[in-house]
Each structure stands twice: as structure tokens, then as C-alpha cells.
């Protein structure tokens, strides 16, 4: 979704009187607030050695703040999210007020699912054009869906038509009907209400909705394939969930979300031991160093279902190039070892040069999300979908007159 809707944003009358402002991205984690904030640069940027910078972008700032109250559960109460914002806003030191933000967010009751779907353009041949994609992606949406779910992503992976198959550009081919293969993420209505009030709470609008994982490949793709043409797997460790994913050229292609994370292994060690959750934290970063041997079990049993999930995730699927570990939990001593031995592939880090300068490397693991955000949205990269009716009445009749545009 990346390179190819670049054009299309760009040409975008109401977009460009904003292109010049700041841009303020808050990824909202299971038990942190990151944000970063870029600008656009008008001009194309040159270094002294002459050489012209690939970052449309210059960082203005970025801050990372904990929950004051973690909790297993996510997210917690708006208030305490809004509290946290103001103190990562805080730390980037803003210099002028900001009022919207684009937010990109995970959750454990992510649903994804893949789906193809097709529309009639006409009798005989026309040129496929952008309205006719803007329609297959709502009917795509439409059918994928629920009363309580909102769109947080919807990638186009590829498209068919009379004569061609598996294109993943069909602007200015010919064809009677044309079918798109997407992947769809939908998130909670509930989430997004809870999200909503804490932004209003710090006195910011949602521009736009994205999923933690798509930002965090906008972050990887320039740092681990400068060409774009690998096939990455990307694992986001986070506290209250798991995100896997394979990107190709930029895309997500594939993704799940495993609705457990470390506060799980964290929970366990802190009962077992009896010792508080940042010392129980301390422990499982510990890793494979463990002089406490029930401890130690705790995290094999841990490492051991993620391995059989991350089985399940490839079977059926090309093997990727190159695994890249993202989250706090990447940290965790001889876990890329393990993982490696495991999967069969070289297995690093996510560490991405747009937040080389950012801090120590588990603050620049924690802003890799927000990072990303703002290198789509500086890109000129769409939302990937609009947000749904939050009301059920304006859900349901949403669902109707779909039905009856696309059926009647």
C-alpha cells in the first residue's frame, strides 16, 4: 500500500495545504505511549558530501512515557492513557500546539482475514480507474466487517481481471470485471471509543487510524531491504499481544495477532517469585541467562508456544528471506539465537535507522511504530481505510444501502 497510492495522496487538493505542517504519530501500546513528530520538507534535502537525503522528513522530536498504573488489561482507562500522552508529548518538546495525530495501535482481539471480491465494470472493456478500486475496497470491507468492528487496515495484495492475474498496479488495463485480493484488519468498536476519549482527554483529534504492524514495515523496509524487494517476516513482541506478519515490497501480505504477550511470562515470574512487575520484567529480559531454574521453565514454556504459533503462521507460505524482531521483548537475552535456530533464517533485530538517534536502543525498539507513521504519512500514503459509524443504527443502515448498491 505504500509506493503505489503515493501519487494518488499527492495529487489530493485538501492534502496539500497540510504537507508544510507538523505531523504528530502515537503508537498506543499495552503499557507505554510513543510519539514522534516529523515535518515534510518542501525541498529535497543535501547533505555536505552533496548527496541528496532519501527521508522526506526531518524529526522534530519524540518521547516515550509508561502507564502510571500498568495493568494486564488493554488498554487501560482513558485517563491514564491521556496521562501518559502528555508526558511523551512533553519529552518532544513541541513548539507549536498540535491538534491531530495519527495513532497506530495493535490489540489482542485483532481479527484478520483475507478475502477476494469482485465488481462488473461494464459490457465490454473500459480502463480500470481509482473509483473502481475506492468501490472494491469498500465492498471488500463491507463483507469483512462486523456491527462492532471498525477497519484498522485493508491492503490490496493483488488484483485480477480479464486477461491478467496476480497485478498489483491495474490503473489504465482493460476489463469487463475486475476481483482484488485484500487483507483486512478489524479492530474492536470499543477500543476505538476508549482511544477516542483519551486523545480528547489531551485535547487531540484521530486523523487517522493504523495498524502497528504496517507502521513498523514502512520503519524496517528502508533499513533491511533498501530496494524494497525482499520478503520480511516481522515479529512485534508486545506486552498484552503478539503481531506477526510478512511484508513483500512493502506490503503485508500476511498477519496475525497472538492475543497473549510477555505480561503473561511477566505475571507468571512475579507470582512465582513474589517479587514486583518491574522485577519480574527485569527477570524474563534475563533470558536464557536464568540462574533460577523455575523461572528459566517459565520462559521455555513461553518461547515454546511461540514457536508453535510461529509454525502455523509459515505453513502454507513461502519462506521469508529475513526475520525482524521488533518490541521491548526483542531484548530478551538469546532470544534471536533461539528463534534463528528455530526458523531456519537469518534472524535480527528491528532496529531502523529512522530512530538511530532516538536513544538507547530500548527506547529506539519503543518509537520504531510511531516512526513509521510518520514516515507513511510524510510519504503522502492514504489511510488504508475510513473509520466506521461508532452509532449501530448508522452501522446498520451502512450495511444496507452496501447491500443494496452492490446487490440491487
Not at 36 to 64: E, K
Not at 141 to 149: I, K, N, T, V, Y
Not at 188 to 208: K, S, T
Request: net charge neutral; hydrophobic share 45%; aromatic share 4%.
Amino acid at each position: 500500500m505504500f509506493a503505489s497510492e503515493i501519487r494518488s495522496f499527492a495529487l489530493a487538493p485538501e492534502r496539500l495545504t497540510t504537507r508544510i505542517k507538523p505531523v504528530v504519530a502515537i503508537e498506543i501500546g499495552s503499557t507505554k505511549i510513543a510519539c514522534v513528530v516529523g515535518q515534510s520538507r518542501s525541498q529535497p534535502f543535501s547533505a555536505l558530501d552533496g548527496r541528496t537525503s532519501a527521508r522526506p522528513w526531518d524529526l522534530l522530536g519524540a518521547g516515550v512515557a509508561p502507564y502510571a498504573e500498568p495493568s494486564a488489561s488493554y488498554p487501560c482507562e482513558p485517563a491514564l492513557i491521556a496521562q501518559a500522552l502528555e508526558q511523551a508529548l512533553a519529552q518532544a518538546h513541541l513548539t507549536q500546539p498540535i491538534d491531530r495525530a495519527i495513532v497506530c495501535l495493535s490489540h489482542p482481539h485483532l481479527v484478520h482475514k483475507r478475502l477476494t471480491v469482485q465488481i462488473e465494470l461494464a459490457q465490454e472493456p473500459v480502463t480500470v480507474q481509482r473509483r473502481h478500486l475506492a468501490r472494491l475496497r469498500a465492498q471488500a470491507l463491507g463483507q469483512a466487517l462486523g456491527l462492532d468492528q471498525d477497519a484498522l487496515a485493508c491492503d490490496a495484495i493483488d488484483y485480477a481481471g480479464n486477461g491478467f492475474s496476480g497485478v498489483r498496479q491495474p490503473h489504465g488495463l482493460m476489463t469487463m470485471r475486475l476481483a482484488g485480493t485484500f487483507h483486512v484488519v478489524a479492530m474492536p468498536i470499543a477500543l476505538r471509543r476508549a482511544v477516542l476519549a483519551a486523545l480528547e482527554q489531551a485535547g487531540l483529534d484521530v486523523d487517522r487510524f493504523l495498524y502497528s504492524l504496517q507502521a513498523l514495515a514502512a520503519a524496517l523496509i528502508q533499513t533491511t531491504s533498501p530496494a524494497g524487494g525482499s520478503r520480511l517476516m516481522v515479529i512485534d513482541l508486545g506486552g498484552c499481544s503478539i503481531d506477526l506478519g510478512l511484508v513483500e515490497r512493502g506490503r503485508l501480505i500476511h498477519a496475525q495477532t497472538l492475543p497473549w504477550g510477555g505480561m503473561a511470562v511477566v505475571e507468571a515470574i512475579a507470582g512465582k517469585g513474589g517479587v514486583s512487575r518491574q522485577a519480574a520484567s527485569a527477570l524474563a529480559a534475563k533470558g536464557t541467562s536464568q540462574s533460577d531454574p523455575q523461572i528459566e521453565l517459565l520462559l521455555d514454556e513461553y518461547l515454546a508456544k511461540l514457536e508453535k504459533a510461529l509454525a502455523q503462521f509459515l505453513h502454507g507460505h513461502a519462506r521469508p528471506e529475513l526475520c525482524v524482531v521488533v518490541g521491548r521483548g526483542a531484548l530478551m537475552d538469546g532470544l534471536l539465537e533461539r528463534l534463528e535456530g528455530f526458523l531456519g533464517m537469518k534472524t535480527v533485530l528491528g532496529r531502523s535507522r529512522l530512530t538511530a538517534s532516538l536513544g538507547d536502543l530500548s527506547t529506539q525498539l519503543q518509537l520504531g511504530a510511531a516512526a513509521g507513521a510518520i514516515e507513511l504519512a510524510c510519504h503522502g500514503a492514504q489511510p488504508p481505510s475510513r473509520s466506521q459509524p461508532t452509532n449501530l443504527i448508522e452501522r446498520v443502515l451502512q450495511r444496507a444501502q452496501f447491500l443494496l448498491t452492490e446487490y440491487f
